[in-house]
């Protein structure tokens, strides 16, 4: 099995490492969450998927933790998880007969679309304090909001609240 999942990343030209045997450590490049790193680790009975997604919220827990809770259902593959301090987490399992190069593909195509696509809404509902603290610093500096500026909307001072 573990040769079939090393094929299936050769096949779909990712970058990854093999830190030791039937485990994978690969490199999902995304737009608004630059990388997800994602781990492929082939154990007895099925293929365990885990990818950091983002830290423990700073504020408004019980919206954050009910958001990710209402993506769960509509998921494919993988599902939101907490570790022991409230870091965040898609993880999933995959039995050893499911694996194909297709699958894999499907299953880290998942991966990237749910990290990639709904971080920017994490952040936003976990973090609004930190990135309008940062917003600020970086305008009194007179450094680059450029990184921020899926976040103007509700970060920049200088705008009508929508």
């Known amino acids: 099995m573990i040769a079939a999942v090393e ?3 050769k096949a779909a030209d990712l970058s990854y490492e093999q830190p030791r ?3 994978f450590l690969v490199k999902l490049p995304g737009q608004h969450k630059l990388a ?6 082939v154990a007895d009975q099925a293929l365990h998927v885990e990818a ?24 494919y593959g993988v599902h939101f998880a907490l570790d022991p301090i409230g870091d965040v987490y898609l993880v999933g399992r995959i039995p050893l007969s499911a694996i194909s190069d297709e699958e894999i593909d ?15 809404r994490a952040l936003e509902l976990g973090f609004a304090s930190s ?7 970086r305008l009194k500096r007179g450094e680059s909001t450029a ?3 899926a976040f103007a909307r509700f970060a920049d001072p200088g705008r009508e609240s929508a």
Do not use: Q
Request: charged letters at 25%.
């Open 7 to 9: 094929e299936a990343l």
């Open 21 to 23: 045997p039937g485990a």
């Open 36 to 41: 997800t790193m994602t781990w492929l680790i």
């Open 52 to 75: 950091f997604f983002c830290r423990r919220p700073d504020e408004n827990h019980a919206d954050f933790y009910r958001w990710l809770l209402s993506k769960n259902g509509s998921m």
């Open 106 to 120: 499907r299953i880290l195509g998942c991966v990237l679309t749910y990290a990639d696509e709904w971080f920017d």
């Open 131 to 137: 990135i309008r603290r940062e917003w600020e610093w």
């Open 147 to 149: 990184n921020l500026a």
